[in-house]
């Protein structure tokens, strides 16, 4: 079975501070997503990331970057953390070998900003 | 660009009844649809998927859609509900099989006794 890990299920942070999120698939999967989910705004996009050191922004990105050093692990970084980015975070991968390919989510993580 | 529009923010149905969970897509390419759920404090899980084989797909735990284009509908149904399906559904759309997905804002299915 396809695993997407996040390492941290519930943080709590204060404003100001830097954040990370890790995420880390075991499927060798080449695409990796942090999507960010809200109560009536469903998931959105923040970032995508195709490779190894490569990063697309999704619908969000602003307050947020990535980082892909190893093809398994995808991280969100917050730089500064503020009470407007509370929320649940979601990690995803996807091969890109065929099409119509499942994308995996991770369990999520709460993030609450004080 | 795609865009996915889920009818009911809420929808509430007695055990045994028919369940029927509206999505309309928008796409300006052939779409692959999905239908997620999520069960309180999870992530996704994939329920079912169309990617332009049959239109009739079916998915787990008894739930199927049908992808009808002229109406750019893939509303996920079920013929009778358990208390074990409560939980929130995503419907979502991808321009390919792997970029991104673009999702509806969900519907929270509430299963009475």
């Known amino acids: 079975d396809v695993k997407v890990t996040q390492s941290s299920r519930y943080l709590v942070k204060r404003t100001g501070e830097k954040v990370f999120l890790e995420c880390v698939q075991d499927?060798?999967?080449?695409?990796m997503f942090w999507y960010r989910q809200d109560p009536g705004l469903g998931l959105r996009l923040i970032y995508f990331?195709?490779?190894?050191?490569?990063?697309e922004k999704g619908d969000i990105p602003e307050g947020y970057s990535v980082s892909r050093e190893k093809k398994e692990r995808f991280s969100l970084i917050l730089e500064s953390a503020s009470t407007n980015q509370t929320s649940m975070y979601l990690c995803?991968?996807?091969?890109?070998?065929?099409?119509?390919?499942?994308?995996?989510f991770g369990e999520g993580s709460w993030l609450t900003v004080v | 660009a795609q865009s996915v529009t889920q009818l009911g923010s809420h929808v509430s149905v007695s055990e045994g009844a028919l369940v029927l969970l509206r999505c309309n897509y928008s796409?300006?390419?052939?779409?692959?649809l999905f239908w997620y759920v999520q069960y309180p404090n999870q992530g996704l899980q994939l329920l079912l998927k169309?990617?332009?084989?049959?239109?009739l797909v079916k998915g787990i735990n008894g739930f199927e859609a049908e992808f009808k284009k002229s109406e750019t509908s893939f509303h996920l149904t079920k013929p009778s509900a358990h208390m074990r399906d409560a939980a929130e559904y995503f419907c979502?759309?991808?321009?390919?099989?792997?970029?991104?997905?673009?999702f509806g804002k969900g519907t929270m299915l509430l299963v009475s006794p």
């Open positions: 499927m060798d999967h080449e695409n």
């Open positions: 995803a991968s996807t091969s890109m070998q065929g099409v119509g390919n499942t994308i995996y």
């Open positions: 990331s195709y490779d190894v050191k490569m990063k």
């Open positions: 796409s300006s390419v052939p779409p692959y």
């Open positions: 979502a759309v991808s321009a390919s099989g792997y970029s991104t997905l673009t």
């Open positions: 169309y990617t332009s084989a049959a239109t």
